[in-house]
């Protein structure tokens, strides 16, 4: 599955609790990103992260692909070590 | 009623992320603070303005120094369009220390803050304002646009006279303090004023400002508030540290320390002591009983400020499912 520049896969077949908390680990990649390093996450996608948090929407399959497209932005390698873990 | 302030050191997408997440929560407030290091709070509140539909947003808090009055308004003004009747206004005095950098002299702060609120009152109101005061000289000012009306205008305080002034003439006063002996004190300043202007306490929302950090694990939680404690400590004026019996070397050589950007040194100084006396830190059980404490002090708004706790996002959480429904009962 393509997504955009970034090169880690959605896992397949997830279970909506596990879709939660892949969220919650994604997302806590993308806000522990330091201030000065802001300028890694790009503008478009985190607004359209930001839109599906609001409509409660990010544990969606579109949602989760904009967040993960985030979260390697942030920190490829430990996007990529959290997606690991939920691939079977 | 809870609040909870941001700091716009942050990029924007981290405090929209935190503010949609405290409106689902159920938190009534976010306060934007403001230092010209940091990113712009009107910008910011905009933002967010943008992405949340019931919460109130305000900026907490400005001062008269840096933009004239009139800026202050006109951007107030504008974000009441994206949001009518969300939008707050806090003016206080400034910090010092940051207006100093600029070479701005925060001479007469209760003027000056009075001056700002008629001021922002009269424009946001849609009057055309002519204003010959001590320090601001307006000849003739009015808005080409019109506002919801329903701006509510804080003054942040600290000290006596400016929560006199605070209870005279805000909507609603922002008391910076985290200890009950603290809140206590300045609500009867507070009461003060408000005889003065011939209010009652229900004319006024009483907002407390508060340095907070929870956690699940209590220790946690105090390692985050080390930072905040150390600079508040090393910004405390003697009386205030007396009164909670802190030792002036110990708050000098604070001081001294991150006047070195000595940090970890400076934050292994933070006593228990003040820890208690300048923050609410601690698990969810411990911060809900010093939460109602305040309360029962006869405070409407909580507000929870910074740190909040050392991954924000859960302790948002924490804060709505252990904290908040406590009070929704």
């Not at chain 2, 507070?190 to 005889?195: I, P």
Request: some cysteine; glycine content about 8%.
């Amino acid at each position: 599955m393509s997504n955009g520049g970034c090169i880690v896969e959605l896992p397949e077949n997830l279970a909506p609790e596990e879709k939660k908390a892949l969220v919650d680990k994604l997302i806590d990649v993308v806000l522990a990103l330091k201030p000065k390093k802001a300028h890694k996450v790009p503008a478009e996608p985190v607004k359209r992260m930001l839109e599906y948090w609001r409509d409660g929407l990010l544990h969606s399959d579109e949602g989760l692909k904009v967040l993960m497209e985030v979260a390697a932005a942030a920190n490829e390698e430990k996007t990529a070590e959290i997606i690991e873990g939920f691939k079977r | 009623m809870f609040g909870i302030e941001f700091i716009p050191q942050e990029p924007y997408w981290k405090i929209v992320y935190y503010s949609v997440q405290a409106e689902k929560q159920g938190f009534s407030s976010i306060w934007i603070t403001d230092h010209f290091m940091n990113r712009n709070p009107y910008v910011t509140m905009a933002t967010i303005a943008v992405y949340t539909s019931k919460i109130n947003v305000g900026v907490g808090v400005t001062n008269p120094y840096l933009a004239n009055p009139v800026v202050t308004a006109q951007a107030i003004g504008s974000l009441d369009e994206i949001a009518p009747g969300r939008i707050m206004l806090g003016i206080g005095a400034g910090d010092k220390t940051t207006l100093g950098m600029l070479g701005v002299k925060a001479g007469k702060p209760l003027t000056a803050v009075k001056e700002c609120v008629e001021i922002c009152r009269g424009l946001l109101s849609g009057e055309k304002v002519s204003y010959r005061g001590k320090i601001f000289d307006i000849k003739s000012a009015k808005f080409a646009f019109k506002t919801s009306g329903k701006i509510k205008i804080y003054v942040g305080a600290q000290g006596p006279k400016m929560l006199r002034l605070a209870a005279r003439i805000g909507d609603g006063v922002l008391i910076n303090a985290s200890h009950p002996r603290d809140v206590e004190d300045a609500l009867k300043h507070v009461d003060e004023g408000l005889r003065e202007a011939g209010r009652t306490r229900d004319d006024i929302d009483i907002a407390i400002y508060t340095s907070f950090s929870i956690a699940e694990d209590e220790k946690e939680a105090i390692k985050a508030t080390l930072p905040v404690v150390a600079f508040i400590v090393a910004g405390a004026p003697d009386f205030l540290l007396e009164k909670h019996d802190i030792p002036l070397d110990q708050a000098k050589t604070l001081r001294k320390l991150l006047d070195k950007a000595a940090w970890g040194e400076a934050f292994s100084k933070v006593t228990p002591d003040m820890i208690e006396a300048f923050s609410i830190a601690g698990n969810p059980e411990q911060c809900l009983e010093k939460v109602e404490r305040l309360f029962k002090l006869g405070v409407n708004q909580f507000v929870v400020g910074s740190p909040i706790g050392s991954n924000i996002r859960k302790s948002i959480d924490l804060i709505a499912s252990r904290v908040i429904p406590a009070f929704s009962r």
